[in-house]
């Protein structure tokens, strides 16, 4: 076995259907995707998003809160938020699989099984492919969160301190 040609290697990336043309703007495509989908089509994957933020949201601030106890350092809100952003997103993550299914379907067609709502989705994944695939992706995701997440409590712990520590220099000037 040598290496493929050239001209084999290039049929396999030809386009399927050479008479698709993606659309020029953001507004021929939502044009698009509407008459194709309805109203319905840009809320796809909207129930397990809502179901998904509650607990995600909840457990990143309890786990953040834990790990911090009130100190104020913002290396350490760092890294506290980078742990409770990772914890929360692997707890979660067979919701997101879920919800990122159900929006791929509404914007692709279905890949294999037809999903008629959250339920259907979770109970065919775990029929057709095991538990394991609702944990498929979840590295880069964890890395995302994880880094995103210790990013924004950083921030947001730094813009306090700095907010905190004007407030006490104005008081204190006042008296």
């Known amino acids: 076995r ?3 040609s050239l001209p084999s290697i290039q049929s396999s ?8 043309r993606p659309p020029n703007s953001l507004y021929q495509f939502a044009s698009a995707f509407y008459r194709q989908k309805g109203i319905r089509g840009f ?7 809502s179901i998904q933020i509650i607990p995600y949201m909840g457990l990143n601030f309890a786990i953040y809160d834990l790990l911090t106890s009130g100190d104020r ?3 350490l809100s760092a890294y506290a938020g980078t742990i409770s ?6 707890i979660v993550y067979p919701i997101d699989t879920v919800k990122k299914r159900i929006q791929a379907q509404a914007v692709f067609g ?3 099984d037809t999903y008629f709502g959250m339920v259907d989705c979770f109970v065919k994944i775990f029929r057709h492919e095991g538990y394991a695939a609702f944990y498929r992706g979840l590295l880069p995701s ?16 730094g813009t306090k301190n700095l907010l905190e520590g004007m407030h006490d220099d104005i008081q204190f000037s006042n008296q």
């Open 13 to 20: 990336f030809a386009d399927p259907n050479p008479t698709f």
């Open 110 to 112: 279905p890949a294999g």
């Open 85 to 90: 952003g990772s914890i929360s997103k692997i």
């Open 2 to 4: 040598g290496m493929p």
């Open 73 to 75: 350092a913002v290396v």
């Open 43 to 49: 809320y796809a994957g909207c129930g397990p998003a």
């Open 142 to 157: 964890v890395l995302k969160t994880g880094i995103a997440t210790g990013l924004s409590f950083s921030l947001y712990r």
